[in-house]
């Protein structure tokens, strides 16, 4: 139960952050993005003051023994730039380039911005449904030698 409260606490801070940046707007990030055009900065504040309190938490995980909430610290520890990252970056940069959400901000913004939003979050759950049932290492697998 203190789980799921920290959880919720947490998502409540991450999309009023989100609200009150106005992240939950894809205009600011479509305007970020489009550097040769009306090129809005916004953007590059909202994550620069993010890495301040993202380094001190890092910071201070690294000294603790464990979370609070759990027995292990889940820190991603692959360092590996492989194809299945770089073809998943690519179609999250993609995806978030030509509609201007990212999930958090989507999610956050479910209650602000009219459809779109839902439309979005709709899509990506069907694309994650779509993934778990579906076996795409088609895309990441490196072709076979030719057998002689």
Avoid: K
């Avoid at 979370?67 to 940069?93: C, K, M, S, Y």
């Avoid at 990212?102 to 069907?126: D, K, R, T």
């Amino acid at each position: 139960m203190r789980n799921l409260i920290a959880a919720l606490v947490t998502g409540i801070v991450f999309g009023a952050g989100l609200a009150l940046s106005d992240m939950v707007n894809p205009a600011r990030v479509l305007g970020f993005l489009d550097l040769f055009g009306d090129w809005d900065p916004t953007l590059a504040f909202v994550m620069g003051g993010a890495l301040v309190p993202s380094a001190i938490a890092y910071v201070i995980t690294r000294r603790m023994p464990q979370p609070v909430l759990h027995t292990t610290f889940h820190i991603p520890e692959n360092r590996v730039i492989d194809r299945q990252l770089l073809i998943g970056g690519a179609i999250f940069g993609i995806g978030w380039g030509l509609v201007g959400y990212c999930p958090g901000p989507a999610i956050a913004g479910l209650p602000l911005a009219g459809w779109q939003p839902w439309l979005f979050v709709a899509a990506m759950l069907a694309g994650m449904w779509i993934h778990s049932i579906t076996d795409l290492s088609i895309l990441t697998r490196r072709p076979r030698a030719l057998r002689t």
